[in-house]
């Protein structure tokens, strides 16, 4: 067990918890991913028992995006709107909204902002207004993939001001790179996120 406590001023981020990044038969699974549900469900009903707010992100990109390799990005084709991989994974217990992200072609690693990959516009999701509505002073991100959806989320909510912490034991690095993993881990703490 961790030491996370949940209040209702708290979010628990759920990040990208769908089939492609965390099922096996994913297309872009990452190592372990699958190991994460059983920590991501207990911190969903940590977070429950507690009135937090439990807010989920997905990737959900069009068929054709800028974003995957076969169309000039570095990805495989992914967490495609309506499909399989863009659903939440098996198993995964749904307790709250979910903000997608990527719907019109752009990057969308942060649950906060998007990305145009070619102009580099970023447009904000409406993550930022939900946590304000519910007067939410603190946040924690779990959920896939820490070297770029999690790492990106949790750096935009301490920029906001939201003290933040990522729950190393409920994500998982996909380390396109190695050593990503260990440089988001930098990167965070080099932004005032918390590692628990
Ligand atoms: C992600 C790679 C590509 C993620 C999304 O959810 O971390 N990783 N798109």
Not at 95 to 116: L, P, Q
Not at 133 to 159: F, H, M, N, Q, S
Not at 187 to 193: D, M, P, T, Y
């Amino acid at each position: 067990m961790n030491e996370i406590e949940y209040d209702a001023s708290t979010a628990l981020l759920v990040v990208d918890m769908q089939n492609d990044f965390a099922h096996p038969d994913g297309s872009l699974h990452v190592g372990g991913g699958d190991d994460v549900v059983h920590a991501v469900n207990r911190e969903i009903e940590k977070a429950e028992a507690a009135d937090a707010l439990v807010v989920y992100t997905q990737d959900w990109h069009p068929p054709v995006t800028p974003h995957f390799e076969k169309d000039g990005g570095i990805w495989p084709v992914h967490c495609v709107g309506d499909t399989w991989g863009a659903e939440f994974v098996d198993g995964l217990r749904v307790a709250g909204a979910s903000v997608k992200k990527g719907t019109g072609g752009e990057d969308g690693y942060s649950g906060f902002t998007v990305r145009h990959p070619e102009t580099g516009h970023e447009t904000d999701t409406e993550m930022a207004d939900l946590l304000e509505a519910r007067g939410i002073t603190r946040v924690v991100v779990v959920g896939l993939a820490l070297d770029y959806c999690v790492k990106d989320t949790a750096i935009d909510a301490a920029e906001l001001g939201l003290p933040t912490t990522v729950l190393m034991e409920a994500t998982r690095p996909v380390d396109l790179r190695p050593g990503d993993g260990d440089r988001a881990t930098e990167a965070l703490r080099a932004a005032g996120v918390s590692l628990a």
